[in-house]
């Protein structure tokens, strides 16, 4: 299993506005192939936003983080800032 961990910058005010566009994307993002699961965290106050990706396999987390991410559409008011992909060695 790889997580892919996604960060970007949510300019202040547009929160509730990104948030509601991920919940209208989440329908899409479960038809990604080998995507196990999803955790996006609560934006900072400095407007930083994170989110783990739980993929089966090392080339679906590349995948994504190297085609997906950076081709697909910006929420309103955020900015992609990078994804990395990591082995997940432990997990309960």
Same mark, same amino acid.
């Given at each position: $299993?790889?997580?892919?961990?996604?960060? %970007? @910058?949510?300019?202040?005010?547009?929160?509730?506005?990104?948030?509601?566009?991920?919940?209208?994307?989440?329908?899409?993002?479960?038809?990604?192939?080998?995507?196990?699961?999803?955790?996006?965290?609560?934006?900072?106050? @400095?407007?930083?936003?994170? %989110?783990?990706?739980?993929?089966?396999?090392?080339?679906?987390?590349?995948? $994504?983080?190297?085609?997906?991410?950076?081709?697909?559409?910006?929420?309103?008011?955020?900015?992609?800032?990078?994804?990395?992909?990591?082995?997940?060695? %432990?997990?309960?």
């Amino acid at each position: $299993m790889h997580a892919l961990l996604v960060t %970007a @910058d949510v300019e202040p005010g547009h929160e509730e506005e990104g948030l509601r566009y991920l919940r209208a994307m989440l329908p899409q993002l479960q038809q990604i192939p080998g995507l196990l699961s999803g955790y996006w965290l609560a934006t900072t106050k @400095d407007g930083e936003s994170l %989110a783990i990706v739980l993929f089966e396999n090392e080339a679906s987390a590349q995948e $994504m983080a190297q085609v997906g991410l950076p081709n697909a559409p910006q929420p309103p008011g955020a900015t992609f800032r990078g994804a990395e992909v990591r082995e997940v060695v %432990a997990h309960i």
